[in-house]
């Protein structure tokens, strides 16, 4: 068979999937395998395990990374990689993330069972946390790796409960040893689910993102004054509550304002969060992307703004938080080209776009070459038990990883 032939194992990329959809399986259908939890322990035991079998050089760093390496003829050269990650949201989607990782583990494995060589090596990572929905913020690990955030500052993120991500790592044991530091890349590739609507309402079947959109993160905590809800008159009342509610409402018109911006409050916590005492304590999340990163910043001004004008208004202090920024990630026009290409030889429809969604690519971006292959998302649905891709379709994204890395990996 020519290398122009090869093609990967669809039924096996399934298996794969399926395997590891049923780690963490929740009644509604899909996964919640939160980062560094059992059920991520599990998964990641299992996805060394099959590293292994292929004879796959594998390493861990501080961060719980997981690097898979296959040797090439050249082991001077800068590798070609491809990963995502294992966890999920929570009640997430059976593919977002860990198709990515059953990829590019199906690539190797087709390599393996071929017996081909490449002039460079071929790496397989599994990055941690990069949902950041149980340790905030997002791509934490990734993050780390290119040197954007601090080791310990991410060891410290806690959880809900309290809990810190340094030892929550520890505690299942993938705390390794080696430093989380960037190595040499020629190419990175990142295959994902596209997780909106664009694929399916096109009517294609390879997306090639031009790059990522900005993403901002804000904490925002406000406190005010409680009592019991039947003897406290109406007014005079510090009802923090009140002022978020009014908080969320403007997060809503403010991202109105420029046409490519979404902006979010996607987590709410009230304190105490009984029905008959007025709350003391609020904290909730604003989430703003634009591919514009002007766009963000002033959209993020005019909320802090009025912010600060309802909180005085309610007598409600109010503490805000950048979390985390990154700024949008212009992919590699020759590996997004690459993509294109390559979809085009194996037959698909592709569409040229930008991805709304963050990845670890977007931190990858940052030190080499990177791109990203998306596959349509049924009803763009996505960080839900509903989320659904054709087998089909993972199958062809697979292939189309397949032959980008290998034309990355065989030039000198």
């Known amino acids: 068979m020519s290398i122009k032939d090869l093609r990967v194992d669809g039924a096996?990329?399934?298996?794969?999937?399926?395997?590891?959809?049923?780690?963490?399986?929740?009644?509604?259908?899909?996964?919640?395998?939160?980062?560094?939890?059992?059920?991520?322990?599990?998964?990641?035991?299992?996805?060394?395990?099959?590293l292994k079998e292929i004879d796959c050089e594998v390493s861990i760093d501080e961060m719980g990374n997981i690097f898979g390496r296959r040797p090439g003829k050249n082991r001077e050269l800068p590798a070609v990689m491809s990963g995502s990650h294992l966890d999920s949201q929570p009640k997430g989607g059976r593919f977002d993330g860990v198709l990515g990782v059953m990829g590019a583990l199906e690539v190797m494995r087709t390599l393996h069972d071929h017996k081909i060589e490449t002039e460079r090596d071929l790496v397989i990572v599994d990055w941690t946390n990069e949902e950041g929905s149980r340790f905030a913020p997002a791509m934490v690990s990734s993050g780390?790796?290119?040197?954007?955030?601090?080791?310990?500052?991410?060891?410290?993120?806690?959880?809900?409960?309290?809990?810190?991500?340094?030892?929550?790592?520890?505690?299942?044991?993938?705390?390794g040893e080696t430093p989380a530091r960037a190595f040499p890349?020629?190419?990175?590739?990142?295959?994902?689910?596209?997780?909106?609507?664009?694929?399916?309402?096109?009517?294609?079947?390879?997306?090639?993102?031009?790059?990522?959109?900005?993403?901002?993160?804000?904490?925002?905590?406000?406190?005010?004054?409680?009592?019991?809800?039947?003897?406290?008159?109406?007014?005079?009342?510090?009802?923090?509550?009140?002022?978020?509610?009014?908080?969320?409402?403007?997060?809503?018109?403010?991202?109105?304002?420029?046409g490519d911006m979404v902006a979010t409050v996607g987590e709410i916590h009230n304190y105490p969060n009984s029905r008959n005492i007025i709350?003391?304590?609020?904290?909730?999340?604003?989430?703003?992307?634009?591919?514009?990163?002007?766009?963000?910043?002033?959209?993020?001004?005019?909320?802090?703004?009025?912010?600060?004008a309802i909180a005085d208004r309610h007598g409600t202090p109010i503490e805000m938080e950048i979390t985390w920024r990154v700024v949008r990630a212009p992919f590699a026009e020759e590996l997004v080209q690459n993509v294109l290409d390559t979809a085009a030889e194996l037959g698909h429809s592709?569409?040229?776009?930008?991805?709304?969604?963050?990845?670890?690519?977007?931190?990858?971006?940052?030190?080499?070459?990177?791109?990203?292959?998306?596959?349509?998302?049924?009803?763009?649905?996505?960080?839900?038990?509903?989320?659904?891709?054709?087998?089909?379709?993972?199958?062809?994204?697979?292939?189309?990883?397949?032959?980008?890395?290998?034309?990355?990996?065989?030039?000198?």
């Open 12 to 50: 096996r990329l399934r298996r794969s999937l399926e395997t590891m959809a049923a780690i963490g399986a929740t009644p509604g259908g899909g996964v919640q395998r939160l980062a560094l939890s059992d059920e991520d322990k599990q998964a990641r035991d299992l996805f060394v395990r099959w």
């Open 279 to 308: 709350p003391d304590g609020v904290h909730f999340t604003v989430d703003i992307r634009s591919w514009e990163d002007d766009h963000a910043i002033g959209a993020w001004e005019v909320m802090r703004r009025e912010f600060e």
């Open 350 to 412: 592709s569409l040229y776009m930008v991805s709304g969604a963050g990845h670890d690519c977007s931190y990858i971006n940052q030190i080499a070459p990177a791109a990203m292959i998306f596959i349509p998302s049924k009803g763009g649905r996505s960080h839900v038990e509903v989320e659904e891709s054709s087998w089909e379709d993972c199958e062809k994204g697979a292939n189309v990883l397949l032959h980008c890395m290998l034309t990355s990996a065989q030039q000198l």
């Open 144 to 175: 780390v790796w290119v040197g954007k955030l601090e080791r310990d500052w991410a060891y410290s993120r806690t959880d809900i409960n309290g809990l810190k991500q340094g030892d929550e790592l520890a505690r299942i044991g993938y705390k």
């Open 185 to 258: 890349i020629h190419a990175n590739y990142e295959l994902h689910i596209e997780q909106g609507p664009m694929l399916e309402a096109e009517g294609r079947t390879i997306g090639a993102p031009k790059g990522v959109l900005c993403l901002h993160w804000y904490d925002i905590r406000l406190t005010g004054t409680a009592n019991q809800v039947g003897p406290t008159p109406m007014a005079g009342r510090n009802d923090c509550l009140l002022a978020a509610a009014e908080m969320i409402q403007t997060v809503n018109k403010v991202a109105h304002l420029k």
